[in-house]
């Protein structure tokens, strides 16, 4: 039996494994094996240079980062594992973690499982993406590609306007496309999107193709009631349509809000039973950042340490 188990392999997940294994907990990891279709080590995987993590001046690229995450939690003394978890049963202890066809137990778990950006599969994704498009604006729109250059948002939620207001720091303009004729997002949010002179709304509108070269330089649009079809210049298409957090294998046995993110304790990596404790973006649907994952990692570990001596 193990004292931890961490389920789920990103920055969360092995600020986690650090931290409990030179807590002399002897973490086992399940990194997952392209869980939610991303690859161990998590949605940092999936893009290139990453500028906004402390300690790394000139930036580092997505994977070699996560590398050495991984590489820092086995020399800590956590046991990481490639294969995915199918189920979990939390109803009495100690808690069965289920690979495989094959139960391993602990004494408290620590949930790290990230969420997936949701694509829209548009024809020349493949070709564009990380070439002019991204799931995070947030994260991406500084680069030297967007600079001064129109940009696209799909979306009308929260995402969407938040990021939409933050590319025009950096875009000589935004264009929104929201598929309906209102936004989703809050009032303030969506009227700070409406004010801004840079950005500008095509409501009802779709994308129904990304163009380039090398990179992406034009989006094709319609207009879904009129069926007008529009060619937008631009340098970026960001996604802004939301988040799916890889909460399936959890069977409905921990809180979980009504998209299916686990429901912490303000402030605490605490859930619905003590002794399980989620971090990262599988509980965080406003921050989603990498730094932001790791601090909630550490938090994690430390509740599980405090958890097992304070029985
Ligand atoms: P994730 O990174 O989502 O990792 C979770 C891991 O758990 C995945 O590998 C998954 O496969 C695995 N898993 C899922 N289910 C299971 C299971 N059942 N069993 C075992 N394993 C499982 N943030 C920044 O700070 N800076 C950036 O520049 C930046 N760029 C980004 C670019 C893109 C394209 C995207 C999509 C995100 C970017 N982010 C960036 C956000 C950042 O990647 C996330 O906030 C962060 O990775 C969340 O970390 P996490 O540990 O919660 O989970
Ligand atoms: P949401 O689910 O709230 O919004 C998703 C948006 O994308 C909606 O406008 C939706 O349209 C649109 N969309 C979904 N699928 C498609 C598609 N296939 N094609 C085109 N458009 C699509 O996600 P968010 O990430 O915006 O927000 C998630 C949560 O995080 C919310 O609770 C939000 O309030 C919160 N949040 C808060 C922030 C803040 O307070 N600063 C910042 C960011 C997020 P439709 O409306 O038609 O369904």
């Known amino acids: 039996m193990r004292k931890v188990i961490i389920i789920g392999s990103g920055p969360a997940g092995h600020t986690a494994a650090i931290y409990a294994g030179r807590a002399t907990m002897a973490p086992l990891m399940f990194e997952g094996m392209m869980a939610g279709g991303v690859a161990a ?12 993590f402390p300690g790394f001046p000139e930036g580092i690229g997505g994977w070699e980062l996560m590398d050495r995450m991984r590489q820092q939690s086995i020399n800590c003394g956590a046991e990481v594992i490639t294969e995915t978890v199918d189920a ?19 004494e408290s778990i620590i ?13 020349g994704e493949e070709t564009f993406w990380n070439k ?8 991406d729109g500084a680069l030297p590609i967007f600079r001064d250059k129109p940009l696209v948002v799909i979306g009308g939620g929260d995402s969407a306007c938040e990021e939409a207001t933050f590319l025009t720091k950096f875009a ?37 193709e990304a163009k380039g070269d090398e990179f992406l330089s034009h989006v094709e649009i319609e207009n879904l009631k009129t069926g007008e079809k529009k060619t937008l210049e631009a340098n970026g298409l ?9 909460t399936d294998f959890l069977t409905g046995q921990l809180e979980l809000d009504e998209s299916g993110y686990i429901i ?24 989603r950042q990498a730094i932001t994952a790791a601090g909630s990692g550490c938090m994690a570990a430390l509740a599980a340490e405090h958890f097992l001596t304070s029985r």
Not at 89 to 102: A, H, Q
Not at 177 to 201: C, P, Y
């Open 41 to 52: 080590g998590g949605q940092l995987t999936t893009t290139t240079e990453i500028e906004n």
């Open 132 to 139: 002019g498009m991204s799931a995070c604006a947030v994260c």
């Open 238 to 246: 960001f996604y802004a349509i939301g988040h799916k957090p890889n």
């Open 172 to 208: 000589s303009k935004v264009h929104m496309l929201v598929r309906r004729d209102e936004f989703r997002a809050s009032k303030v949010m969506g009227q700070r999107a409406m004010d801004n002179d840079k950005i500008e709304i095509h409501w009802n509108s779709a994308a129904t």
């Open 264 to 287: 912490t304790k303000d402030g605490t990596p605490e859930t619905s039973i003590p002794g399980v404790f989620a971090c990262g973006d599988v509980q965080d649907k406003k921050w």
């Open 88 to 106: 979990i049963d939390l109803s009495k202890r100690p808690f069965t973690v289920t690979v495989d066809g094959t139960e391993h137990q602990a």
């Open 111 to 123: 949930i790290a499982t990230g969420a997936t950006a949701k694509r829209l599969g548009l024809p």
